[in-house]
């Protein structure tokens, strides 16, 4: 009896997480309401209510799950005192990680009603991937600052990945080597720009 009630409540939440995903893709996250999520899941509100207390909850959770996959605690705990090789590894995983993810990740993402996955995005790879202090250090003599460097840093890393994600047959490494040859002169060079004197 226990099983058939986990494989009920199961079916629920995939159900409601399912019509959730696809109402965002239709009419963004902001434009649903609980209604919505049940008549497309084919339950009841109060069913909806049974497994979360708001459209909120449900929201946080599904970005919380894809945060865990793509950036786990595990894997970045060393990430500050990593090195060459194994940051890359840990890069890969993550643009692999993308990939296999990428329809949720892309609705997440893509939805103009809500910027709560992208702000949680942001601070998870700023706060784990990125020193702060080490980075205040090494700007204190010019014009940069941690705040426009990290913001620089994840709005290329945003558009890149968009891009990687929605078109096939590109490796890791090539998009790791892109990423990289973003953050020389050469992007310049090649739009005709040279600000050298």
């Known amino acids: 009896m226990a099983s058939k009630t986990d ?11 399912s019509a959730f995903l696809e ?6 996250y902001s434009n649903i309401t609980i209604t919505d999520i049940a008549k497309r899941a084919v339950i009841n509100r109060k069913t909806f209510y049974m497994h979360y207390e708001s ?5 946080d959770e599904i970005t919380d799950e894809l945060l865990k996959i793509l950036l786990p605690s595990v894997i970045l705990e060393d990430m500050q ?10 890069v890969t995983y993550l643009l692999l990680k993308i990939k296999e993810h990428k329809e949720v990740f892309n609705i997440l993402i893509n939805d103009k009603t809500n ?8 601070t998870k790879i700023i706060d784990d991937l990125i020193s702060k202090s080490h980075i205040d250090l090494k700007t204190k003599d010019t014009h940069f600052t941690f705040e426009l460097l990290s913001e620089a840093y994840f709005s290329l890393f945003r ?11 590109i490796s890791t490494d090539y998009v790791i080597e892109i990423i990289l040859e973003f953050f020389s002169k050469k992007p310049l060079e090649l739009l005709g720009i ?3 004197k």
């Open 7 to 17: 494989l009920r409540v199961l079916k629920s939440k995939a159900a409601i997480r």
């Open 23 to 28: 109402l965002m893709t239709e009419k963004g």
């Open 55 to 59: 459209k909120e909850r449900l929201y």
């Open 81 to 90: 005192g990593l090195k060459g090789k194994d940051q890359r590894k840990i």
């Open 115 to 122: 910027p709560g996955f992208i702000a949680k995005l942001k």
């Open 159 to 169: 558009v890149i990945i968009q891009w990687w994600v929605n078109t096939e047959n």
């Open 194 to 196: 040279n600000f050298e």
